[in-house]
């Protein structure tokens, strides 16, 4: 599990094509490499990887094909820079909402516009089916980065970026036209299939 709260961001350094999946090499310098381990998960730009090799302030990833096809991971192009967060700890300080590293999707960015010190992020979600679960005041992870929702509209939701999260974050790179992997938050999924089940008795 992850918070969304990302720790830091480092760059996408490697890629070896292994029989259709890649393997994948991440640089980092802010997390301690005594934190992580071989078979660790780590979010990288909100997807879930298993730590397979470690060396130093770089660890290896191996993206299945079906990553590569669903998120945004199969275009990184070398030294994109991208949203890292180690797994969540016990008694670790949950900052942001609960997230699996599982991406439900993808979103386009439709417009930026700035508002005060923040920037106003339109989003559309590529899976009309998405929008149910993005509720208002709700919660969404974008690259991993956890957000509350300020507008929903069909199937374009809106966010507000604040300097901080541009700074400490991929999201203050983005451009309009851009795609970014989208998670939902879990709470709407489980209580979908709760009422779900209810209706139908199983």
Known sequence: MFTGIVQEVGRMVEREKRDGDHRMGFTFGRIDPAALRIGDSICVQGCCLTVVELQDET??????????????????????????????KAGDALGG????????????VVEIAEEARSWRMDIALAEDELARYVARKGSVAVDGVSLTVNL???????????????????????????????????????????????????
Do not use: K, M
């Open 152 to 202: 929903v509209r069909d199937a374009t939701f809106r966010v507000n970026l604040i300097p901080h999260t541009r700074e400490v974050t991929t999201l203050g790179r983005l451009q309009p036209n851009d795609f970014v992997n989208i998670e939902i938050d879990l709470i709407a999924r489980y209580v979908e299939r709760l009422l779900a089940t209810g209706r139908d008795g199983t």
């Open 59 to 88: 660890f290896r990833a191996d993206v299945s094909r079906e990553t590569l096809r669903l998120t945004t991971l199969g275009q990184l192009a070398l030294g994109a820079h991208v949203n890292l967060e180690p797994a969540l």
């Open 97 to 108: 909402h609960l997230l699996s590293g599982h991406v439900d999707g993808l979103g386009q």
